[in-house]
């Protein structure tokens, strides 16, 4: 009977060696870019759930804060606009005012009151 640690069989020859392990895994390219992209997918996804939440809070505080800026800016432009537009009706009426002459029996301080209500 041939040893078994011996690798020759009684003939003088080498067996072949025996190869139990399965054949080699291979993954087409096209398989491996839908895995990459499954993966990405599910990462971003996944930073979206977590992150989200917390970036819509500052992004709408940050846009709230904006508007309110962009409101008191406006209101301050309409402000200036306004004495503007008021300045420039004093300014307009200033020829009108200067060349007013009132007439002279117009009553214009009384010191007496019973007078006063009389004038009135």
Known sequence: MPDPKNKFDGTGMK????????PGITIS???Y?????L????????????????TWKV????????????AKVAAEQARVAAEKRREAQR????PKAMK?????????YEEDP???????
């Open 15 to 22: 067996a072949p060696p025996l190869d139990y392990a399965p």
């Open 29 to 31: 390219r096209r398989r």
């Open 33 to 37: 870019r839908t895995l990459l992209w």
């Open 39 to 54: 993966t990405t997918l599910s990462t971003s996804l996944l930073v979206c759930f977590v992150l989200g939440p917390l």
């Open 59 to 70: 992004g709408h505080g940050s846009y709230q804060q904006w508007q309110a800026q962009r």
């Open 91 to 94: 300014i307009a009426a200033l």
């Open 100 to 108: 007013y002459a009132s007439p002279g029996d117009q009553v214009v």
């Open 114 to 120: 019973q007078a006063a209500a009389v004038l009135m």
